[in-house]
């Protein structure tokens, strides 16, 4: 299992990917990832 970073949520996303890892054939899955405390600007 790859780590990137810790954060608090570790336990939850190894749960979903052993989950996904279990399905019988492949499987598409896309992340949003905004960092906690950086506020970003709105896009127009």
Do not use: C, F, K, N
């Amino acid at each position: 299992m790859h780590r990137w970073g810790w954060t608090s949520r570790d336990g939850e996303i190894d749960e979903l990917l052993r989950a996904l890892d279990a399905l019988p054939g492949p499987v598409w899955l896309t992340l949003h990832h905004e960092p906690e405390g950086v506020e970003l600007e709105p896009r127009v």
